[in-house]
Nanobody, 125 residues
Framework: QVQLVESGGGLVQAGGSLKLSCAAS????????MGWFRQAPGKEREFVAT????????YYADSVKDRFTISRDNAKNTVYLQMINLKPEDTAVYYC??????????????????WGQGTQVTVSS
């Protein structure tokens, strides 16, 4: 089992920045590929970004490319999502997730085995 706890969400004005963190505990964090997803009210959960176990590979949804950066610190068992130039359409609950195939890049939520409880990000216009 891997337990994931997100933090860092909040209310920010359009154009602002936030950095989300996801702290992992349980099994060896460095074995897992990590991802961020989000879900806005009335919408399905959507992929945001993913990072391989070594941080060598990252992949982003087109909607956040060049604005969001995923990173991880295996020594701290933590994955991050740095968000800049936020837009009202970025408003959602953000979830981090883990899958056990550390070198692979997955954008489908069904490929992830473990999920956090989510953190709310609200961007005002």
């Amino acid at each position: 089992q891997v337990q994931l706890v997100e933090s860092g969400g909040g209310l920010v004005q359009a154009g602002g920045s936030l950095k989300l963190s996801c702290a992992a505990s349980g099994r060896t964090f460095s074995n897992y590929g990590m991802g961020w997803f989000r879900q806005a009210p009335g919408k399905e959960r959507e992929f945001v970004a993913t990072i391989s176990w070594s941080s060598r590979s990252t992949y982003y949804a087109d909607s956040v490319k060049d604005r969001f950066t995923i990173s991880r610190d295996n020594a701290k068992n933590t994955v991050y999502l740095q968000m800049i130039n936020l837009k009202p359409e970025d408003t959602a609950v953000y979830y981090c997730a883990a899958h056990p195939y550390g070198g692979r890049q997955y954008s489908s939520s069904g490929d992830y085995h473990y999920w956090g409880q989510g953190t709310q990000v609200t961007v005002s216009s």
